[in-house]
């Protein structure tokens, strides 16, 4: 009983984990959300949703430079705060550097201007808390449903040898 309960529990904290990680897998900005240094897009935003401006970054990683970003909402010109990034976040060759959030809902308007090869996308939220809480959860997973099929099969000799089957050389 013991054993099943660890296995199921197991699938279910992977399947958690691979939830996760599928999520932060499509944080990264999509096609229509992607523009040139000096350019910009525009984003759809609920008030309290927030998103993150990503620079391309590439399998070589960045050179240390200046960017600099802007959102602001196109009724109303209202500019909702942006903050740096902490430690360095990224996902799929797409590197995280601001965040930011809107109390007003409806487009806004994203520019940023870096070096002249830049390319900056808006995607969804991450943090090092979602990759390590996704990864986490998988192996605990692992390990739980591990220890579940040994306790079941350690249970499953013990009964089978309590029924007098002796197991051993004849």
Same mark, same amino acid.
């Given at each position: ?15 958690? /984990? ?42 070589? /990683? ?66 090092? /808390? ?41």
């Amino acid at each position: 009983m013991i054993g099943a309960a660890l296995i199921v529990a197991g699938l279910v904290a992977i399947s958690f /984990g691979g939830y996760s990680m599928a999520k932060v897998l499509q944080a990264s900005p999509g096609a229509n959300d992607t523009f040139e240094n000096n350019g910009a897009t525009t984003v759809d935003l609920q008030p309290g949703e927030h998103r993150m401006i990503y620079i391309f970054a590439g399998e070589d /990683g960045l050179e240390p430079h200046d960017i600099d970003c802007v959102v602001t909402s196109v009724d109303t010109e209202a500019t909702p705060e942006i903050t740096p990034v902490g430690p360095d976040v990224t996902v799929n060759q797409w590197q995280a550097v601001f965040t930011f959030t809107t109390d007003r809902p409806g487009s806004h308007e994203v520019t940023c201007t870096g070096m002249e090869s830049d390319s900056f996308g808006v995607g969804g939220e991450v943090s090092m /808390g979602t990759f390590g809480g996704a990864f986490v959860a998988i192996i605990a997973g692992i390990f739980a449903a591990g220890l579940g099929l040994i306790t079941l099969i350690i249970v499953g000799l013990l009964r089978y040898r309590r029924r007098g089957h002796q197991p051993g050389w004849q």
